[in-house]
């Protein structure tokens, strides 16, 4: 490992990291077991699923990936993140050294920041289960799904404007990075891992909302072809809303 | 005016607020000036949107009563701020002595901090149009504004989260209070101006994901009615979706 001035190699260089202690594991290590498990869950949900709805399209199985790896996530990774914060510089288990090395690129997540635990709480709290719920209403065909994946997508893209934003004022107006300046730590880590959660949000956030629009205009025409067939036979269907 | 120990009366005292000079309007004048402009812009619409569409509901008046006070707010209220923060702490101009005076409930207002200048760019140019554009769908009877609706309910819940939420951490963790502990400033100004930004658009979520799932099943009702139908007179309906 590199020598480091300070007694931890996080950015800025002042910040104060008590009781630190690097990885004990080669990041290799980590990733492999990081990936398998996601891999694992991500199999099992599709197995699962096409077992349920055998008919499920290639579009909705994709979507489905996109919850249940978000719902892991926010659950398990950041859940871990938000119970055990103030632990994470001095531990060796597989989601703290993952965090130990993320933070290299924002170092927020190893100083207990108070926006940081702010909106990871939201997320683990609100955002994570709810990504749950809309896979099970994907799952299962059930059309509450669009509204809530409308709520799912607003969240993850408000998330990821302010946790960008919020970098970019600090560099801006007070010259503070939290990412150290290396192209892995900084685009790699910070600006790359993060943008799927600017394109995939966007892409669904669209889709849901032109799904409801066309269902609510779709049935405004049926409503409007009934009152019409009702005026001819004399009988006026009940209006719906 | 109070004599304060810092040339300055906000919280944390010893922020550093540069050029900082005290309001010369009264408060008095200040909020009814706000007021009145508030009231012809909210009357206005009011007699628009009857024009316009005469049989508007009442709960579509209120409805269009928040958005159109939302856009206001976000647009150009928080618009000034967003343009002109560096320059408040010295300036009398209305919004200036406004945003001063509701500074004392939350210091990051007159020390361009980060996040709220993160927070409030989003405001300003996302929510805000948004909340216009509601109002407009609303007034035109357009089905669109229940998906944006959900939208910006979700937008605003957010973004007040983690409005109490960063005050609330930055408190526990680092004892840091943006507010003055005056009970006008912390539970007048603070919490309680900001806590409509709570409840409405929580019952606004509820009523746009309620109604959007309302007309997924009555579409669906009403398709396999007709798919029935077609069975019946040996025709097929066209799939919709």
Same sequence: chains 1, 2.
Avoid at 109 to 137: H, K, N, Q, R
Avoid at 204 to 217: A, H, K, M, P
Wanted: proline residues 5%; contains cysteine.
């Amino acid at each position: 490992m590199e020598a480091y001035s300070a007694n931890h190699p996080y950015y800025p260089q002042d910040v104060e990291i008590a009781k630190y202690s690097p990885n004990v594991s080669p990041l290799a290590v980590l990733l492999g077991w990081f990936g398998s498990i996601i891999a694992i869950i991500l199999g099992a949900s599709l197995v699962l699923a096409r077992r349920i709805r055998p008919r499920i399209q290639v579009f909705e199985q994709l979507t489905l990936c996109w919850f249940v790896l978000c719902g892991f996530l926010h659950c398990f990774f950041e859940g871990y993140f938000v119970l055990n914060h103030a632990e994470l510089p001095g531990s060796q288990s597989l989601f703290a050294q993952l965090w130990k090395e993320y933070a290299l690129s924002d170092s927020r997540y190893i100083t207990s920041d108070p926006f940081m635990l702010c909106i990871e709480g939201i997320t683990v709290f609100i955002w994570g289960p709810l990504c749950i719920a809309i896979a099970v209403c994907l799952v299962r065909g059930n059309d509450l799904r669009y509204p809530l994946q409308i709520v799912m997508c607003v969240g993850h893209l408000y998330g990821v404007a302010l946790y960008y934003g919020t970098c970019y004022f600090e560099y801006h107006y007070h010259g503070n990075s939290h990412s150290r300046p290396e192209f892995l730590y900084y685009w790699v880590y910070y600006a790359s891992f993060n943008f799927p959660w600017v394109v995939v949000p966007s892409l669904l956030l669209v889709q849901g909302i032109r799904t409801t629009w066309d269902i609510f205009r779709a049935f405004e025409d049926v409503r409007s072809v009934l009152l019409r067939l009702g005026d001819l036979h004399g009988t006026e269907p009940k209006k719906e809303r």
